[in-house]
């Protein structure tokens, strides 16, 4: 690919992508969610080549995967040099070098400074599954507490938590008892409703655990742990006030409960520091994080704390996890962030916010513009008064962007979020800038 920039040549979708279209239809399970006809051939860098040549902006990343880009050439480099070494021998049953090297380096990047030890699945869903049995097991309690937005998976432990869409849930009870659902603070929409301050909505959803949850239906010396998104990802982007996560991390010290936190969308360097936590300095007692880890290969990560990780042998594992090249590919991938990207993130991020500060004022569906670094929400609103959510504007938006190159997805009801990958540069972010300002002025007309 020649081009920073996308190039449409064919028809949406092409005739050879009409092809695999139906070959899909045919075969491919119904359950996947595809926004638009997009069929994918080849990445470089921030472009994706589909079937009939056509080329597109990712604002998408493979939903946050490729952190470094579609085909980093070295982190391609490292997956050619391991898989002509060893593929896969399992490291439930037997031993990695580079298994073991990888642990000492997610050891070290993560928050807190004590010992820890770690976990490697294949997604971020068995990764939080881990957590959650993990916490059982440490604990002996059986409850946990989730937010109301959330999404940590949909296998049947993770879905438990999971409560960013109904249909995600429907037609799989009875899920994992002992979850209980509490608000999420959305400064934008206070979920008291009575448009209060981000102390205000802070405070009143950290309080409703403690005085309301805790006082009528949830014992707490029954909680194993609060299992929490430092940025909401699929529930909208949502950005907690400063203090929730400190105000939680109390709550749990004060009763025995342990804290998990979720950063398989808001981890690895998308926010400008390698996790959305180290904005608050809150440490969590458990880590999960997947996604862009390993730049596009499956690799899962739970990291605990030493003395939590007290499970005996036999007690969790992976056929797979902790393959060889995923995690070749992860630590060339945290090579990449800590040496660029990340730094790349914040002010690319700082430069992207800055375009959008008057968005609001020369758009009247643009509700709120929120998120960190590379990780931006923006949501979309019938009228700018009642907030009233406008989840049909938000779809026409997506599919315009599509339709001239930019690739985008939604987020929340009403939000669509903007999440490249980290090594995008100006001329990218003013390109998707400029074709999402078009698309949401069609829109509005």
């Given at each position: 690919m020649d081009t920073k920039l996308p190039q449409i040549k064919t028809e949406l979708p092409g005739p050879e992508a009409q092809k695999i279209l139906a070959l899909d239809k045919q075969y491919i399970s119904p359950s996947y969610t595809r926004d638009y006809p997009l069929v994918a051939k080849r990445g470089q860098g921030a472009l994706v080549e589909d079937a009939d040549g056509n080329?597109?902006?990712?604002?998408?990343?493979?939903?946050?995967?490729?952190?470094?880009?579609?085909?980093?050439?070295?982190?391609?480099?490292?997956?050619?040099?391991?898989?002509?070494?060893?593929?896969?021998?399992s490291g439930t049953d037997f031993y990695y070098p580079i298994m073991a090297q990888l642990a000492e380096k997610m050891a070290a990047i993560t928050p807190g400074n004590f010992p820890k030890r770690v976990y490697f699945g294949n997604s971020g869903?068995?990764?939080?599954?881990?957590?959650?049995?993990?916490?059982?097991?440490?604990?002996?309690?059986?409850?946990?507490?989730?937010?109301?937005?959330?999404?940590?998976g949909r296998t049947l432990g993770s879905l438990s938590l999971t409560s960013s869409k109904a249909v995600q849930r429907n037609g799989f009870g009875p899920?994992?008892?002992?979850?209980?659902?509490?608000?999420?603070?959305?400064?934008?929409r206070c979920p008291s409703g009575n448009g209060a301050s981000q102390c205000m909505c802070d405070c009143e959803c950290t309080d409703f655990i403690e005085k309301k949850l805790f006082k009528t239906a949830v014992p707490p010396q029954e909680v194993a742990a609060i299992v929490v998104e430092p940025i909401q990802g699929e529930g909208g982007y949502v950005v907690p006030p400063p203090?929730?996560?400190?105000?939680?991390?109390?709550?749990?010290?004060?009763?025995?409960?342990?804290?998990?936190?979720?950063?398989?969308?808001?981890?690895?360097?998308?926010?400008?520091?390698?996790?959305?936590?180290?904005?608050?300095?809150?440490?969590?007692?458990?880590?999960?994080?997947?996604?862009g880890i390993a730049s596009g290969m499956p690799l899962g990560v739970m990291v605990a704390r030493a003395d939590v990780m007290d499970w005996p042998q036999g007690a969790h594992a992976s056929t797979f996890g902790g393959n060889?090249?995923?995690?070749?590919?992860?630590?060339?991938?945290?090579?990449?962030?800590e040496e660029r990207y990340i730094?790349?993130?914040?002010?690319?991020?700082?430069?992207?916010?800055?375009?959008?500060?008057?968005?609001?004022?020369?758009?009247?569906?643009?509700?709120?513009?929120?998120?960190?670094?590379?990780?931006?929400?923006?949501?979309?609103?019938?009228d700018q008064q009642s907030k009233e959510p406008y989840p049909e504007a938000r779809n026409k938006v997506v599919q315009s962007a599509f339709k001239k190159g930019l690739l985008i997805l939604g987020c929340g009801e009403n939000s669509f979020r903007l999440m490249p990958p980290l090594l995008i540069e100006r001329e990218q972010a003013d390109f998707a800038l400029d074709v999402l300002d078009r698309c949401i002025t069609e829109v509005e007309k």
């Open positions: 080329t597109f902006l990712d604002f998408s990343a493979g939903i946050a995967v490729v952190s470094t880009g579609h085909c980093h050439p070295d982190v391609v480099r490292a997956i050619q040099k391991q898989a002509e070494t060893l593929i896969h021998m869903t068995e990764a939080v599954e881990a957590a959650m049995k993990l916490a059982r097991y440490h604990t002996r309690r059986h409850r946990f507490i989730a937010f109301y937005g959330c999404f940590h899920l994992l008892s002992g979850v209980s659902h509490v608000p999420y603070p959305n400064p934008y203090n929730f996560l400190d105000r939680l991390r109390q709550l749990a010290d004060r009763h025995g409960i342990l804290l998990i936190f979720d950063e398989v969308q808001c981890g690895m360097g998308r926010t400008g520091k390698m996790w959305a936590s180290e904005h608050s300095g809150v440490v969590p007692d458990i880590l999960v994080t997947a996604k060889p090249v995923a995690c070749a590919a992860a630590l060339e991938t945290i090579r990449l962030l730094s790349n993130a914040a002010s690319m991020g700082e430069y992207i916010f800055g375009k959008l500060a008057d968005w609001k004022e020369k758009h009247s569906i643009v509700g709120d513009i929120r998120g960190k670094g590379l990780m931006v929400g923006i949501e979309l609103v019938k």
